[in-house]
């Protein structure tokens, strides 16, 4: 791969730059998807001074093979499943179930740390711009785009800093726009397009969510 980002920040960064039409509206709300998608997403929100929240969504990892996604679920009860994981490796609706339940725990839990008691945002007759730190099957993406549309936002804007052609391609149908910076003619895995991929940790989503509502508190008074 000819191009790398650093890290999450810089990759942020440029991304941010590729946003600039949404740049200082009162009707844009960027969305991280944690864990690696908010430090991408901070920056963007900084950038464009928009107000920054989370969206959650967990990969439902094949149990032999957890990197590989037959699917996801987002909040709101929303499951999506990659159907030809799931017919190529005859998985069972009781092992979809199984690894699903688990799965929920988590996003409850990641839910109540991330947000505590600060309300959801309002996501109605916005533009979300929903970020991650890259796409591969974009099973996770898909399922957090159908939570979304239930809350009849007025745009979504996928936004991402590497993934491959026909994941953008397939995303291009669901959504209003997708914006990705790198797009390799041979990808792999989405940390070959970064030095730094280490993993994000919860303290750093916490700390990152609560400097970007600070910042915005600042610039309303």
Request: some cysteine; glycine content about 6%; charged content about 25%.
């Amino acid at each position: 791969m000819s191009e790398r980002f650093k890290n999450r920040r810089e990759a942020g960064q440029k991304l941010a730059s590729e946003l600039s039409v949404y740049a200082n509206r009162a009707d844009v709300l960027v969305l991280g998807l944690p864990r690696g998608g908010v430090p991408v997403a901070f920056e963007v929100a900084k950038a464009l001074n928009a107000p920054l929240d989370v969206f959650l969504v967990r990969k439902l990892g094949v149990p032999d093979r957890p990197e590989l996604a037959m699917g996801a679920i987002a909040s709101g009860g929303i499951q999506v499943l990659n159907q030809p994981v799931v017919r190529s490796l005859q998985i069972s609706d009781e092992i979809i179930n199984c690894v699903a339940r688990s799965e929920q725990l988590e996003l409850e839990r990641r839910e109540q740390v991330y947000r505590g008691n600060r309300p959801a945002p309002k996501l109605q007759d916005q533009i979300i711009l929903l970020i991650d730190d890259g796409l591969a099957t974009g099973a996770t993406m898909r399922a957090a785009v159908m939570a979304l549309r239930d809350r009849q936002p007025a745009r979504i804007v996928v936004a991402v800093p590497i993934a491959p052609s026909e994941t953008c391609y397939e995303l291009r149908s669901e959504v209003d726009e997708v914006i990705c910076p790198i797009i390799p003619e041979r990808f792999s895995a989405v940390g070959r397009g970064y030095e730094d991929f280490s993993q994000t940790t919860d303290e750093e989503v916490q700390e990152l969510l609560q400097k970007s509502e600070n910042s915005q508190l600042v610039a309303f008074h």
